[in-house]
């Protein structure tokens, strides 16, 4: 069984993928966000493709792809997390060992992939994997639908090799910010990304480049904020987004999240600020190294950049 994680952005290219990977499994499972709409077009348009179904492409074979919606729980992005949601349990993270590859979707062993590494699958093959090598940089190779939102003239998906920098982006796609007013951060790679001040816009958008910057390119969302901004305001987000959005199994996460934005509270009233700024990054560290998942480990990840980039 194969279970592809994340979203869709074409239907027939994705099934393909999935289908040339499993060698012609029998069926696999896609599960997304309750607020995203088109992962209903994929059975249909693949089914009228004749990528799906009975007979594909004229042959003996069948195989079939069910959609799972989620709930829109921030949490179940986390693989584990996302098969207790799909086996109708709540949405919390499993300890590994053992891993999904071994026992996962009902104790079955379940492959978990997420669906742009399948998108890629029949451009590779067709093409050759020198082709696709040639997009990007690095190691950082083919290329990432980036979302451009927030204060922004020109919002939406802009679909781009790795390397293409976060100006051109941002200023050339994106035409800047709405209100017009010069940019003083943009957030990357979702709510738990880094804030990249405008000096850093040159940044070419690559895992490897944004690592050494302590941020991340993570799923390519790109949040654009102008210089009106209240950078106190988002690093508390952070803290408050992880506290509302944690599933509560781990101890750093549960409550450092919470324990954090009362800090940052402390800090903007002007209370011991240099001795809450020190706990506060004490805290950071902890649910860095003490989390069991990605959700509390990388919430320290924007709130940090906020203290760094914008003290």
Sequence with gaps: MNLIEASVANPVKVAVGVLLVTLFGSLALVTMPIQ??????????????????????????SFHLEVRR?????????????LESLEGKRGMVRF?????????????PTVINNVLSFAAVPFILAEGGEAYKNYGMGRSRGTLPFQLAGNIKRGGLVEKAFGV?????????????????????????????????????DLPMDYET?????????????????????MAAQARFAMEFCAIESCGKCTPCRIGSTRGVEVIDKI????????????LSDLCQTMTDGSLCAMGGLTPMPVMSAIRHFP
Excluded at 36 to 61: C, F, H, M, Y
Excluded at 96 to 108: D, M, S
Excluded at 210 to 228: K, P
Aim: hydrophobic share 45%; with cysteine; charged share 20%.
């Design 165 to 201: 920098s976060l100006r051109e982006l941002v200023e050339g796609f994106g035409g800047g910010t709405f209100t017009g007013r010069p940019i003083r951060a943009i957030q990357v790679g979702g709510p738990l990304g880094a804030y990249i001040p405008a000096s850093q816009l």
């Design 268 to 279: 903007v009233a002007g209370e011991n600020r240099e001795a809450n700024l020190e706990l």
């Design 70 to 82: 989620g709930a829109g729980a921030y949490i179940c992005g986390e693989e584990t997390a996302m």
């Design 96 to 108: 590994k060992p053992p891993i999904p590859a071994l026992e996962g979707l009902f104790v079955k």
């Design 36 to 61: 995203l709409t088109p992962e209903v077009q994929i059975p249909t348009i693949s089914v009228e493709a004749r990528w799906l179904g009975a007979n594909i492409q004229g042959t003996d074979k």
């Design 210 to 230: 944004f690592a050494t910057a302590a941020a991340m390119v993570g799923h390519g969302g790109i949040v654009v904020f102008d210089e009106s901004v209240d």
